[in-house]
Every structure is written in structure tokens, then in C-alpha cells.
């Protein structure tokens, strides 16, 4: 058995050659040695390959997914014979292979996205390379997202047109509807990008690779239904029933973005236990309608009908409808009401239902799905050291060098500082994070770096510098001093905030005086006198604050540019509205002057005084790390937002195949009170929710969105299945399942995990003042180092031997 591998020996350097056309040799500077012109070439080989290495180690590609997109690291792998195999064969002998991965920020707070990453098997070739760096370029990514933004978004302008004031039937004018071949024309030009996008791919993992991954494999597929069913719609004129490919215009949203796809993996998992629930639910539902519609029959001595039976348990369909309804207590309490006038002994049926279907069962489902995902962060987290490690490892392999004299053994095996320094100048990083590693790798001096010195180095990714504020002005007066001193105090944020809170109290109050009066009949004089008081101080509190700070001191406080601002427009519309009115006076009367009345002005100043009230949060830590927490959910959980936005895409384009036109304006529009007087109480037409169709893209994305909320869903399915049919009800209960079920209960888990560990006192711990640690904002993968595992040498070593396109010879 061989002696352990020394840590400063490169991982897969075990069986090294003396060959000339050693690419190690080819980073050897020696003055002694003279390198030729393939030296050079190849030396020039490995330093772009290094680059590309740690390239895919910390560059985020905010949206984009990898070449592969594949999401699974594989955390153990034992007896891959991937090594002996390649020592056994006389073409590949002292021959090793290397892969990486990305490392990304955690998927939940702070300033970082969610795990998005770059998979790396690829063509490592100096032109292959530089295809790829150009592949993912800032233009090319920004041009493929621009372009799945631009073909999602021609729903809205394709027949059914959206392009209308209001979705209402009864109001809505004829929209423009562009002429056949426009439309299609843009269309073509967005799959032709998707065709060189999967081109591309294609060409840089290889044939092999790309027979093995199903989501090139469904890239393809998709681009050839879509061109043929374009084809297809050009010769019919654009007249054709149904366009299938506008329910596979999600998919190129899908398939760029590798976290959605680990999202749908996760639910994927979940559905068995999911589906458990889901067969408790159904028993549960068709228990309680059996038992319904046995209790609330008509019997032989009932003098009268049953109003319970009549109203929600008419037949079967209606009865596990209406059930289904009071599963989300959209209908409670009026299919109660009924029963429930006449005994009260029938409350006990509803209210065992909806103990055991509401708040036990559908909890139950949103404590399964939590299950699913607790620990997610921290698995994201394991994953994500996984893949730092194994690219910067990858990256120390292909500049590792070897110092000795010749012909003798190596004194020591690791990667030159100067060496390194020529592979950071091209890496495309921070500038700050660049600078920080350049530093580092300058204190080693001409000293070789192992491996694990290599692999430190890339920890300052985990830190984020603190920008420090600009030095405040210095004043030689003591006068001034004094001022400055009192006017950078925060004391003066309170008395800012104070102000604040009484600028709104009075707008309040005023709105509560004037609710019941018109706009022409109101006296703003007052107000009209508060707003100039309010804001000629906002205008004093930001002069001050630049006298104190200095103009860049003042600008370098988020809080201070979004007040700074508002107080601007302020200024701007109370000195418009003092031009064009004068000055406040009794009954000053808000007459139309220009493009705004007075009173429009003034609802805009009010409006904008009770937005910069909002500054009061950072001065309250309990608040602003609540929307601090919130505000980075809704920056990290965008993964889920975008497969909610691929359901409903998909369920808009089916609804409007199926429901378009079968909601129509009620005979005589001009006059809609005999209509509504006709029309049962509660029921679609009384409501007046004619707005609820699916005649173009934006109507049915509003009618998806009102019936997974659940407040009066009832009155939809009963309308469309009044207008369409039975069958209707299935659609409509999918989309519930789908978006109220499934959806809203995963993002609730998820939010759950995210503030648990948010609100984690254990991770709020502070560096000590003065430290170094305390200049930096931590990572959340520094911040749980001590409980991440650091990956295994042998788990490295299987997986970077199975790059199938990076040959380099020892």
C-alpha cells in the first residue's frame, strides 16, 4: 500500500513523468531553462484553465443556470475506479482530470442570491474556453434573459390582446390585435437565440455528454416542437385553434435557472408524503359528503324543502363542491347558516369538518412539507463549500509546479505566487475581493503554496468589506463645532422622526375630517400651511446634515440619499403648487389649473410625506431586521417566485384555450340594475365579477390570482360552471392544489426556515471592536464554518477525475 499523499503534493500528481510536454514544467520560470514557443503555448493553456476554475468557483450569474444545470453534488462516492483506469491505459497514463463546480452564497440572507451555479463539463481547449467565457459575458447572459423576458411577455400582446383599458366584458373596447406575422416574426427571432443557446451548450459538453442530460435533451425537443409549430401557424395565417408552443414558452425560463430545477427536485421528492395527505383530504371529503347528504335530506313528515339540502347539497358534485369550498373557509359560515337557523345540533357536522380538514389536516401538510425542507439552508450551505472546495482544487491542480533542480526528486509541489498573480489579473471578480486574495498571495514572497494554503486564500470571499463613511468636515470654529457636533447626533434622527410622526398625524386627521366631504367643497388652508411648515423643515433638516456630514459623508447613508430625495420632490411640488395656486388663504379652492387640480397636488405631497415616514425603521433594530429579513426573502426566494410564475403561465394559457368567450356582457349593458336585480344574492353577476375571465393573458393571471387566494371561489366555479359545464370544476380545483396547496405551503416552510435561522441569537454573534473580523460582513457560510463539514480529499479526488474533456499530462 502506497504512504500517504503529503498535503503539499497536488491531489492527482502521484505518478508524475519527467516528460518535456509536462504543462507544470511549462509554469517553471527558471532563468536557466529556455522555454519555447509550445511551452509557452501551453503554459498559457493551464493559466487559462485556472482561470476558468476559479472563474466557476465565485462568479453568481444572478438567474443563470450552468451548462449542465445539473444540481446534484455527489457528497460520497467510494470505489470509483476512475483512477486506476486511466493509470491502466497506455494513452492516458500519468495522465489525471479535473472538474469543478461552483461555490454560491447560501440561499437566504444578506446581500447574496440563491444557489445559482455554473457546472464545468466542458471542453477545457484554449478556444473552447474562450467560447465559454464569452458565453457567459454580461452581454450574452443579459441578451438570453432579455430574450425568455421578451418571448414570455408576447402573451400579453399576441391574440387575445391585452391591450385593452379593462378586462370587464361590459366596458372592454376591442383591443388591437397585431397583424399575422409581426408577433411571430420577434417570436422567431427569440428561438433563434434559444437555438444558438443550446448550440453552444452542446458544442462545449460534448455529444457524449449531451445524450446524457435530460434537460438538453428537453432544450431540443422543445426548440423543434416550438419551429414546427411556428411553421405550422404561418401556413394556417395565424388562424389556428390552439398554439402549443405557448405552453412551452416557460420552460426557457426553467431551464436557465439551475436552482428552479433544484426547487422542482425537492417538491418532486416531497410528493409522496404530500400525496399521503392529499388521499387523507379526499377520504376525509367524501366521509363528510356521504354523511351530508344523509343528514340534510328531505324526509316523509318535512312539510317544507330543506333550504340546507337545496342550497349546497343538491346532488353529489355539489355537495363535495361545497365541502371543498369550506375546506379553505372561504363559504363559512353561509353553507352553515341554513342548517344551522333550523337546529343547532347541525353546527357540530361543520365544525368537526373543519377541525379535522382545516386546521389539522391541511396543517398537517404544511408541517410535512417543512420537514422536506428543514435543514435545506444548511444542506445548500454543505453543498456550496463542496463546490468552492473542489474548483479552487481544481484550480491549485492545473498551477501546481515543481521546485528542484533537474533531474533530481522535487523538493516541493505547489502553486507560485507570481504564477497565481498572473491567473487573478484575468479572473473577473470584485474589485475588493481581487485585492484582498492579491494581498494575501503577496505575503507568501516567492514561497510555494500547497494545497490548503491555496484553498485559504479564497476564504476573503467570504468577507465583504464595510465601506467606511467619508471623514466629516473640520471646522476651526468652535461655533461650528458645537453645530456640527449636534446636528450628526442621532439624537437629531429622533427629532427628525418626531417631526415625521406629526406631519402624518396631521394628514390623518384631516383625512378623517374631510371623508364625507368632496374634493370642491373642502377648505385646505390648513393643511395647505402644515405641508409648507413640514417640508420647509425637511429642506433645513437635509441643509444641516450636509453642513455636518459633507456632501459625501451625507450621500454615504442609503437612508439619508432616500430622504435627501423625496425631500427634493417635496420642494419641487409645494413650489409648483405655490406658483400656480399662491400662497394658502381661507377656501382656497382647488379649481383645475394646468395638468393637476390643487387637490391632486396635494393628495401627491401627502402621499410622498407618508412614504418618507418609512425612515424611522432604521432607528428601530427589531423593525428593521424584520424588513431586513423580509426584504432579503424576497431577493433569495426568487427561484420560487419564478416557478409560480411558470404554473401560472401555464395554467393562464390553458384557461384561455379553454374559458375564452364564455363569460359575455349581460343583455342590455347600458342599464345593469335589472340585471343585478335578477341575478341571486352572492352569486357571480350580483357581484358584478365580470372582470374574472379568461378573454386575454392579463385577465386570466388575475382570475388565477383571485381564486388561489380562496375569498369567494365559490362564486367562479359556480358561475363558470353555470357558463361552461361540470368539467370546469376540475380546472379550477388543479389550480388550487397546485398554487394554494402546494405553492403557498412550500414558501411557507421555507419562510420558516429562513427567519428560524435569521433569528438565530447563535448567529448574531459580533466580532470583538477592533478586531480585524469586525471590518468585514460575514458570509452566512463563514458564519456556520464550525458546523459545515470541509469535504474529504477521496470525495475530491472521485469527483474531479470525472471531467471527460480535461486531459492534462504529468
Known amino acids: 500500500m502506497s504512504e500517504p499523499q503529503a498535503e503539499s503534493e497536488p491531489l492527482l500528481g502521484r505518478a508524475r513523468g519527467g516528460s518535456d510536454h509536462d504543462c507544470s514544467e511549462g509554469l517553471l520560470a527558471s532563468s536557466s531553462v529556455q522555454v519555447d514557443s509550445g511551452a509557452m503555448a501551453r503554459q498559457d493553456l493551464c493559466i487559462d484553465q485556472a482561470v476558468v476554475f476559479i ?27 476512475c483512477m486506476e483506469e486511466k493509470r491502466a491505459s497506455q494513452r492516458h497514463s500519468c495522465v ?13 440572507f444578506g446581500k447574496c442570491l440563491v444557489c445559482w451555479y455554473r457546472s464545468i463539463f466542458h471542453r477545457m481547449d484554449a478556444r473552447s474556453m474562450c467560447l465559454y467565457r464569452w458565453y457567459y459575458s454580461n452581454l450574452c447572459q443579459r441578451t438570453l434573459s432579455f430574450t425568455i423576458f421578451l418571448i414570455l411577455f408576447l402573451a400579453f400582446i399576441e391574440t387575445p390582446s391585452s391591450l385593452t383599458r379593462t378586462a370587464d366584458v361590459r366596458y372592454r373596447s376591442l383591443p388591437w390585435e397585431p397583424p399575422c406575422g409581426l408577433m411571430e416574426g420577434v417570436e422567431l427571432l427569440c428561438l433563434l437565440v434559444f437555438v444558438a443557446d443550446v448550440s453552444v451548450k452542446g458544442y462545449l459538453v460534448g455529444w457524449s455528454q449531451f445524450q446524457r442530460n435530460l434537460w438538453l435533451l428537453a432544450y431540443l425537443t422543445v426548440l423543434v ?18 398554439r402549443m408552443r405557448r405552453l412551452l414558452r416557460p420552460f426557457f425560463l426553467l431551464q436557465n435557472s439551475s436552482m428552479m430545477k433544484k426547487t422542482l427536485k425537492c417538491i418532486r421528492s416531497s410528493l409522496p408524503d404530500m400525496a399521503s395527505v392529499g388521499l387523507l383530504l379526499a377520504i376525509h371529503l367524501c366521509l363528510f359528503t356521504t354523511f351530508g347528504m344523509l343528514l340534510f335530506t328531505v324526509g316523509e313528515k318535512d312539510m317544507e324543502p330543506n333550504r340546507e339540502r337545496l342550497a349546497y347539497f343538491r346532488s353529489l358534485p355539489e355537495a363535495l363542491t361545497s365541502l371543498l369550498v369550506l375546506l379553505t373557509t372561504a363559504n363559512n359560515p353561509d353553507v352553515m347558516i341554513p342548517a344551522y337557523s333550523k337546529n343547532r345540533a347541525y353546527a357540530i357536522f361543520f365544525v368537526v369538518f373543519t377541525m379535522i380538514g382545516s386546521l389539522f389536516l ?13 435543514g435545506y439552508l444548511m444542506k445548500s450551505l454543505q453543498t456550496s463549500l463542496f463546490r468552492r ?18 533531474g533530481a526528486t522535487p523538493e516541493a509541489v505547489g502553486v507560485k505566487p507570481q504564477n497565481f498573480l498572473q491567473v487573478l489579473q484575468k479572473v473577473q471578480m470584485t474589485n475588493s475581493h481581487k485585492q484582498a486574495i492579491m494581498e494575501k498571495v503577496h505575503s507568501y514572497n516567492d514561497t510555494l503554496l500547497s494545497a490548503d494554503e491555496f484553498q485559504k486564500v479564497f476564504d476573503e470571499l467570504d468577507k465583504s468589506v464595510i465601506k467606511e463613511h467619508p471623514l466629516k468636515p473640520q471646522y476651526q470654529s468652535p461655533f461650528l463645532q458645537t453645530a456640527q457636533f449636534l446636528f450628526s447626533h442621532y439624537y437629531f434622527d429622533y427629532l427628525g422622526n418626531i417631526i415625521a410622526l406629526g406631519n402624518l398625524v396631521s394628514i390623518c386627521v384631516f383625512l378623517v375630517q374631510d371623508a364625507d366631504v368632496l374634493p370642491r367643497n373642502r377648505d385646505d388652508f390648513v393643511l395647505g400651511i402644515l405641508d409648507c411648515i413640514f417640508i420647509l423643515y425637511y429642506v433645513l433638516e437635509l441643509l444641516l446634515k450636509v453642513f455636518a456630514l459633507g456632501p459625501w459623508g451625507y450621500l454615504s447613508y442609503p437612508s439619508n440619499v432616500c430622504d435627501g430625495l423625496l425631500t427634493s420632490i417635496l420642494l419641487v411640488l409645494e413650489i409648483s403648487t405655490l406658483a400656480v395656486y399662491g400662497f394658502p388663504h381661507p377656501r382656497w379652492k382647488p379649481e383645475t389649473l394646468g395638468l393637476l387640480s390643487l387637490w391632486d397636488m396635494t393628495r401627491l405631497v401627502n402621499m410622498l410625506i407618508v412614504f418618507r415616514f418609512l425612515r424611522i425603521i432604521p432607528n428601530m433594530k427589531p423593525m428593521a431586521m424584520v424588513v431586513s429579513t423580509v426584504l432579503g426573502l424576497v431577493q433569495n426566494l426568487r427561484a420560487f417566485g419564478g416557478i409560480l410564475v411558470v404554473v401560472y403561465y401555464v395554467f393562464a394559457i390553458v384557461g384561455i384555450s379553454l374559458f375564452r368567450g364564455t363569460i359575455v356582457a349581460p343583455f342590455g349593458n347600458s342599464s345593469l ?8 344574492c352572492g352569486s357571480f353577476e350580483q357581484l358584478e365579477y365580470w372582470a374574472n375571465n379568461f378573454d386575454d393573458f392579463a385577465a386570466a393571471l388575475v382570475t388565477l390570482w383571485n381564486v388561489m387566494v380562496v375569498n369567494n371561489w365559490q362564486v367562479i366555479l359556480d358561475a363558470y360552471e353555470r ?14 392544489l397546485v398554487s394554494s396547496v402546494i405553492w403557498v405551503n412550500l414558501f411557507l416552510a421555507l419562510l420558516l426556515e429562513n427567519f428560524l435561522h435569521r433569528w438565530d441569537p447563535q448567529n448574531h454573534e459580533q466580532p470583538p471592536a477592533g478586531s480585524v473580523e469586525a471590518a468585514y460582513q460575514m458570509s452566512e457560510e463563514l458564519m456556520f464554518r464550525d458546523i459545515l463539514e470541509e469535504p474529504r480529499e477521496e470525495e475530491l479526488t472521485e469527483k474531479l477525475c470525472r471531467h471527460p474533456h480535461l486531459w492534462l499530462c504529468r
Open 55 to 81: 472563474e466557476d468557483a465565485i462568479q453568481v450569474f444572478s438567474g443563470t443556470g450552468g451548462i449542465l444545470g445539473n444540481d446534484t453534488v455527489v457528497l460520497e462516492m467510494r470505489g470509483h475506479p
Open 96 to 108: 489525471f482530470c479535473k472538474h469543478s463546480s461552483f461555490w454560491t452564497p447560501c440561499l437566504t
Open 225 to 242: 416542437v416550438s419551429l414546427v409549430d411556428w411553421t405550422v401557424s404561418l401556413s394556417l395565417l395565424c388562424q389556428e385553434p390552439l
Open 362 to 374: 391541511m396543517n398537517l401538510l404544511t408541517a410535512i412539507i417543512y420537514n422536506q425542507f428543514r
Open 389 to 406: 472546495r473542489l474548483g479552487t482544487r481544481a484550480a491549485y491542480e492545473v498551477l501546481s509546479s515543481r521546485l528542484g533542480q533537474a
Open 673 to 680: 340594475a335589472p340585471a343585478n336585480g335578477s341575478a341571486s
Open 723 to 736: 357558463y361552461v359545464g361540470p368539467w370546469s370544476k376540475i380546472y379550477f380545483v388543479l389550480w388550487w
